[in-house]
């Protein structure tokens, strides 16, 4: 143990590991000894990356796709069928636009909540980890809002996700900021991150939500490996509680995608337009996709009391129980690695005919 290093105790420098109020912990005990952490922090030191560098602005940011309004939860309404084609052309835009709004304010979010992380999180293995996730996180920001200054459309944050991070960063307990950003709002950004990127036709789109998924698979392993060997050491009241949390955040986040502000800008009845999308088979099919990663997240770090798993059951998630975490991580990480791969391909293709 590291501790037996010190010349003099530690309780001679008159300064206890918190300041009590949760802002700051700090550890005497620079011992590192789990292993997954430590692979992680690795892996996050190794994959640093610049986004200037890695991801070719020059392409189109947007282009038309009506394949895709399948997907839009208003297709297929009396609404949609008296819109003029450059009408639906512009509420593709703006929902567009409206989903990397909140995806760059999500991303803002979790660099607070990574940094909080460093602060509070007592283990010195889990402060080297969220350290490198803290620069993931400003680089996450700094993709996306590359990206609505090339469309010149952005959203404010919605409800939804403006009351979650509220409830995350307000609670000084370290380990509902795992909870709330690593496995709740980390594991649905994945998600939705996963649809847009196996289902858009525009390729910066696809490469840099790629990119972000890389990194945003390391964090919710990172809340994981974390949250897997705490909880086992809290009393049934305390999971309790951090069930309850959970299940509240699932029902926030199932109506987080809704996209009222889009309906307000053009005008539509934004009640009417909840209410069709509450009722559309794509956006139930959707919002079930959503909790992919989220229901074995929670089943792998222990919150699985019959509570949770009737929360999911009724919310029609259940069947995501049994998902391999470890192999959607892997998926995501080659995939990322193919499309670098190219890219740097292509790169060496042009200076070898440049020099040709």
Known sequence: MFEEHYALPIDKTQWDTADKSGSAVFTWSYDTERERLLRLYSQGKRRQWDAQIRIDWSLPAYASSPEVDSAIGLAGSQLWSKLSEDEREQVRLHLLAWQFSQFLHGEQGALICASKIVQTVPEIDAKFYAATQVMDEARHVEVYSTYLDTLAIAYPINASLKSLLNDVLSDTRWDITFLGMQVLIEGLALAAFGLVRNNTSIELVRNLTAYVMQDEARHVAFGRVALRDYYPQLTEHERAEREEFCAEACLVMRDRFLAQDVWERFGFDVQACTEHLNNSE?????????????V???????????????????????????????????????????????????????????AD
């Open 296 to 354: 074995p997240t929670i089943r792998d770090i222990g919150l699985w009391s019959p509570k949770m798993r009737d929360t999911f059951a009724s919310m029609g998630v259940m069947g995501f129980a049994d998902t391999d975490l470890d192999a959607i991580e892997a998926e995501d990480d080659a995939i990322a690695e193919g499309i670098d791969g190219l890219r740097k391909a292509q790169v060496n293709d042009t200076i070898q005919a440049g």
């Open 282 to 294: 794509s956006q139930q099919l959707f919002r079930g996709l959503l909790f992919q990663r989220i």
